[in-house]
Nanobody, 124 residues
């Protein structure tokens, strides 16, 4: 059974940085497509970034140039480096995975495995 555990959330002022991690157990992420989603109170869960098996990345427009998704297949860990954070980035961030190597649709419905979420709060 696949388990995913996020860490690295916290509170930072606008312009600050955070690095989220997502440790995966129960499977190798080498052939997975993996993603980060976020959900703010009262809003739907939205995709932030995706990385497929080949290493290609997709970003939502609102974070492109500020966030970087990466992975360490030796450690079965997914990362999200978040720089130049804005108050509108405040949300609970979730890592997600699917055992398809080239899933390119950044939609919650296309991912099967989820972490429990980590809170990111950016103050103005």
């Amino acid at each position: 059974q696949v388990h995913m555990l996020e860490s690295g959330g916290g509170s930072v002022p606008a312009g600050g940085s955070l690095r989220l991690s997502c440790a995966v157990s129960g499977a190798s992420i080498r052939e997975f497509s993996m993603a980060w989603f976020r959900q703010a109170p009262g809003k739907e869960r939205e995709g932030v970034a995706l990385i497929v098996s080949s290493g290609s990345r997709i970003y939502v427009d609102s974070v492109r140039g500020r966030f970087t998704i990466s992975r360490d297949t030796a450690r079965d860990t997914l990362y999200l480096q978040m720089d130049s954070l804005k108050p509108e980035d405040t949300a609970t961030y979730y890592c997600a995975a699917v055992d398809r190597p080239y899933e390119r649709i950044l939609s919650p419905a296309n991912f099967d495995y989820w972490g429990q979420g980590t809170q990111v709060t950016v103050s103005s």
